[in-house]
T-cell receptor, first 111, second 114 residues
C-alpha cells in the first residue's frame, strides 16, 4: 500500500542552527501537507504544496515539493526553541481525502 | 466556532470494558476523520465520514471498533471489549469537502487500558 516515509526520525540542534526533514512517498501525490505537533499537543496544519517543484516560505520555514511529486522537504533556518516539536508530512491516498502520515521528525533545540 | 472538540480528554478503563469518544467538528466541514496515534508514530487512519456517510474504514480495525456520525454533525467512536493494545491517543479531525484542504485536529482523547 501507499507509504510515506520521513528522515531523520530525530534531530538535535543548537539554537541558531538550520534543520531539514525529508519526506518520500511510494506513489505520486496530488499534494503534500505538513503538520507540526508540539510536545503533548495535537498536529497543527502548516502548509500544503500542490504543484510540481513548488517552493513556499513561511518566515524561517521553507517547504519544497519535488518535481516528480513524490518527495518533499521542510527546512528551518536559524532554529529557535519555539520550533521544538514533531513535524509530519502527509499525502492523500488516491483521490480520497484520507491522508497518509509519515512517522514524523522530532526536533529538539538546545538553547 | 472554536475548532474541533473532543470529549473526554482522558479515559482510563479496565480491559474488557466498552468506551465511547465524541468529536464535534468545525460546523462548515463536511468531512470528519478518526486517527489513532501511539508514542513516536504518526497518526494512523481509522475511518472517515463525508456528512453522515462512512466512506472508508481501515482494514487494521477489528470489529470491536465502530464509528457513527448520525446527522452529519458530531461523531462517536466506540471501542468494545477494550484490550491493552488499544491504549493510544485517538484524534479527530475535520476538513472541507475537497481533497486539497488541510485537516483541523482536535486535542484528542488519550485512552489507557489497564
Amino acid at each position: 500500500g501507499q507509504q510515506v516515509m520521513q528522515i531523520p526520525q530525530y534531530q538535535h540542534v543548537q539554537e541558531g542552527e538550520d534543520f531539514t526533514t525529508y519526506c518520500n512517498s511510494s506513489t505520486t501525490l496530488s499534494n503534500i501537507q505538513w503538520y507540526k505537533q508540539r510536545p503533548g499537543g495535537h498536529p497543527v496544519f502548516l502548509i500544503q504544496l500542490v504543484k510540481s517543484g513548488e517552493v513556499k516560505k513561511q518566515k524561517r520555514l521553507t517547504f519544497q515539493f519535488g518535481e516528480a511529486k513524490k518527495n518533499s522537504s521542510l527546512h528551518i533556518t536559524a532554529t529557535q526553541t519555539t520550533d521544538v516539536g514533531t513535524y509530519f508530512c502527509a499525502g492523500p491516498r488516491s483521490n480520497t481525502g484520507k491522508l497518509i502520515f509519515g512517522q514524523g521528525t522530532t526536533l529538539q533545540v538546545k538553547p | 466556532d472554536t475548532g474541533v472538540s473532543q470529549d473526554p480528554r482522558h479515559k482510563i478503563t479496565k480491559r474488557g470494558q466498552n468506551v465511547t469518544f465524541r468529536c464535534d467538528p468545525i460546523s462548515e466541514h463536511n468531512r470528519l476523520y478518526w486517527y489513532r496515534q501511539t508514542l513516536g508514530q504518526g497518526p494512523e487512519f481509522l475511518t472517515y465520514f463525508q456528512n453522515e456517510a462512512q466512506l472508508e474504514k481501515s482494514r487494521l480495525l477489528s470489529d470491536r471498533f465502530s464509528a457513527e456520525r448520525p446527522k452529519g454533525s458530531f461523531s462517536t467512536l466506540e471501542i468494545q471489549r477494550t484490550e491493552q493494545g488499544d491504549s493510544a491517543m485517538y484524534l479527530c479531525a475535520s476538513s472541507q469537502d475537497l481533497v486539497n484542504y488541510g485537516y483541523t485536529f482536535g486535542s484528542g482523547t488519550r485512552l489507557t487500558v489497564v
